[in-house]
């Protein structure tokens, strides 16, 4: 059978399970013809999802409850790193002193503009400081060379992307990441598919979630083959920086999966406190396989 997978964004080391999977011909042996596909937007494989035009997708757990899915479901969480806001010194030190932050963002919405504002809010009132001057700006996904080109912060960020980049770069950084102002980390990736889907496929959805666990296990066990694969498949120059990425990558991937019903339970209690959504109880339980 074909199941077209839908990334969150262009890939990168997150998605190597599905490379190896492709790469050691696991799918196509349990007879899943899988094809990767990249989004143009964040949210196009939740809508392919829904209209029951692709089978699977990948994307962060806190977009599954912002609002109520009737037709998407977790199948699991297979990938989780550390994540928040990433402060220049001298960045912090304007926060700090109350002057205006510019935070440069992949995206720039209601819903991710309000947990950042949180983050900083937690962090400075644990500081006995105050800030409300702050602007978040739009941009691409290069946080580190917006830092050095003058932004106080970035926000989205991820320790096996930009934590290892400004370590590389040498770059004086503060992180205020969601564990530090106790907000649920939901830096984080689950497998999502399409619950008309699930219901008449329950075999082969279990078949690619146990495969993908297989070749979780694969990555663990071989760095070496990890980065050859990558840039086999994605085509890109090896380099220092991916060397280290694929390097932190590879142990925060999960086997098995965790229970997402169980482990998102907390996210979904800050959403809606922060009325960010209003998915109540049941609405959540039905979202999940």
């Not at 109520?68 to 912090?92: A, D, L």
């Not at 992307?161 to 205020?176: H, P, Q, S, T, W």
Request: glycine share 4%; charged share 25%.
């Amino acid at each position: 059978m074909k199941l077209t997978l839908a990334l969150e964004w262009f890939i990168n080391p997150d998605h190597l399970p599905f490379v190896v999977g492709l790469d050691k011909n696991l799918y196509k042996k349990n007879n899943i013809q899988l094809e990767i596909i990249e989004p143009e937007g964040h949210y196009d494989g939740f809508k392919e999802l829904v209209n029951n035009n692709i089978q699977l997708a990948t994307n962060e757990p806190l977009h599954l409850i912002e609002k109520y899915q009737k037709n998407i479901c977790s199948i699991g969480n297979y990938f989780e790193t550390n994540g928040g806001i990433i402060f220049t010194t001298n960045g912090y030190e304007n926060l700090i002193n109350n002057k205006e932050i510019k935070i440069t963002s992949p995206v720039s919405n209601p819903v991710t503009d309000k947990i950042a504002n949180d983050i900083i809010q937690k962090h400075l009132k644990k500081i006995s400081k105050k800030n409300e001057n702050i602007k978040i700006i739009a941009n691409d996904f290069y946080h580190i060379k917006h830092l050095k080109a003058g932004y106080d912060a970035a926000w989205l960020c991820f320790e096996n992307f930009e934590g290892v980049e400004a370590k590389l770069e040498n770059l004086e950084v503060k992180k205020i990441y969601l564990e530090d102002v106790e907000i649920p980390n939901f830096c984080a990736l689950d497998i999502f598919t399409s619950k008309k889907f699930s219901k008449l496929n329950k075999n082969i959805v279990n078949d690619f979630k146990f495969i993908t666990q297989d070749c979780i296990k694969i990555l663990k066990a071989d760095l070496d083959y990890s980065k050859s694969r990558y840039y086999n498949y994605t085509k890109q120059k090896p380099s220092a920086l991916m060397d280290i990425i694929i390097e932190d990558t590879i142990h925060r991937f999960k086997n098995p999966f965790d229970n997402s019903k169980i482990k998102w339970k907390n996210l979904h209690k800050y959403v809606v406190d922060k009325k960010i959504s209003n998915i109540s109880d049941t609405q959540y339980d039905d979202m999940f396989l």
